[in-house]
């Protein structure tokens, strides 16, 4: 998990608490300049990002009523996975155009190329470098962030005033923290270190033993329960937080915003456990906000993406997205009931560069070389060509995802999930070539896309009139030409 702050307040207290146990940081931190903030009132803004939650976790109930106002029902990664997913946040970025790619240093997961070349473009650098918010983070940052090859937990990212970050990924317990620079160690005492209180489908889906096996399915319903549990740590910190806003008269004019970096699936298509597949249980993520002006027990069915983080916490603090080179769109209108849900976007990016070993899994010698994240029934979550890029589409006239393999087959799936909302069958074959012909451009438009390229019309946007009954084949004149999937 991590909690962004930035805050306009007038009062600065003692230093903060251990990670995420610093709920008073929510409201003490102080404008650079008081008394333009006393002439300019801005808004609090409080970001909590959890890690791996997906939508069919469930859970969210308790902490939309008892803590939120207004829920985001349709809302996607830019990628499946951690870092990824977590720079697409902090720059406002698709994955081609941030190029951090997976979890390693080599694949641009805070190395030192990121942090010279997409660091300094973060939207907490762009609201430091006004001088009218301070900023605050605890908790993880990126999955590399304290390698030692790319400056350890000494490197404090432009844009941070008050930096409480983990080195490296996920842990509880025994873990160290950057606190400002300096490396903080923590144990095993619950009380004082656990961290959240501080056609078939792609092959590689189809490698998947199924019915899964009895000790299998033990493993994953324990797993299940586990992350209920920890759940219950994100449920009781939400609320602190916001009985602490409460309680020092900021609840009414601060922002609060509560999220995920991707989904997860425990078990789903006999998958194990991970996050680096194209279906919704491992890119859909809740998204649940309040704040000034937005009315409650409201629910919205536009669609959101992690790449509209940025635009929108920069509209809040009182700047343009023109200003930056961000891929996303500001949804603070759709809070505040002005937007046009007519004029709002209808698609948007997935992206996924696969990863794989080069050599063998001496555990699994079928399988050759390729794969990676591999369970002991030679069952692997991941490889070189699970490399894909998607258009997820929801508009009136359709509720569809259309994906790409960058593989030896261009291996195409297609899913209608209005029809069918667990992504049981790929239509890839029967849909009309017409459609496939348009989302495959559409694809290519946006896999090139940048800034306000990105925010055009899709295909299915008012503007261009499509004819719905193009989706299926059955419901239109026969053509004389063969349907195949594109190559």
Known sequence: MALFVFNSASKMVSSPFVILHCILICVTLHCNNLAEAQMNPRPNIVLILTDDLDVSIGGMASIFSKNFLLSFSVVFVASPLCCPSRASILTGKYPHNHHVVNNTLEGNCSSTAWQKTQEPETFPAFLQKHGIYQTFFAGKYLNEYGNKKSGGVEHVPPGWDHWFALERNSKYYNYTLSVNGRAQRHGQNYSEDYLTDVLDKHWLIRQAKTPMTNSS???????????????????????????????????????????????????????????????????????????????????????????????????????????????????????????????????????????????????????????????????????????????????????????????????????????????????????????????????????????????????????????????????????????????
């Open 217 to 487: 399915v033990e493993f994953l319903d324990n797993a299940y329960r586990k992350r209920w549990r920890t759940l219950l740590s994100v449920d009781d910190l939400v609320e602190k937080v916001v009985r602490k806003l409460e309680v020092r008269g900021e609840l009414s004019k601060t922002y609060l915003i509560f999220t995920s970096d991707n989904g997860y699936h425990t078990g789903q298509f006999s998958l194990p456990m991970d996050k680096r597949q194209l279906y919704e249980f491992d890119i859909r993520v809740p998204l649940l906000v309040r704040g000034p002006n937005i009315k409650p027990n409201q629910t919205s069915p536009l669609l959101i993406a992690n790449v509209d983080l940025g635009p929108t916490i920069l509209d809040i603090a009182g700047y343009s997205v023109n200003e930056t080179q961000m891929d996303g769109m500001s949804f603070l209108p759709i809070m505040t009931g002005k937007g046009n849900s007519s004029t709002w976007r209808s698609d948007v990016l997935v992206e996924y560069e696969g990863e794989g070993s080069n050599i063998s899994d001496p555990a699994c010698p079928l399988l050759g070389p390729g794969v990676s994240e591999c369970f002991p029934d030679c069952v692997c979550e991941d490889s070189y060509n699970n490399t894909y890029a998607c258009v997820r589409t929801v508009a009136q006239a359709a509720n569809l995802q259309y994906c790409e393999f960058d593989d030896n087959e261009v291996f195409v799936e297609v899913y209608n999930l209005t029809a069918d909302p667990f992504q049981l069958s790929n239509i890839a074959k029967s849909i009309d070539q017409e459609v496939l012909e348009k989302m495959n451009h559409r694809l290519m438009m946006l896999q090139s896309c940048s800034g306000q390229s990105c925010r055009t019309p899709g295909v299915y946007d008012s503007q261009f009139r499509f004819d719905p009954r193009l989706m299926f084949s059955s419901l239109v004149p026969h053509r004389n030409k063969r349907r195949q999937t594109l190559k």
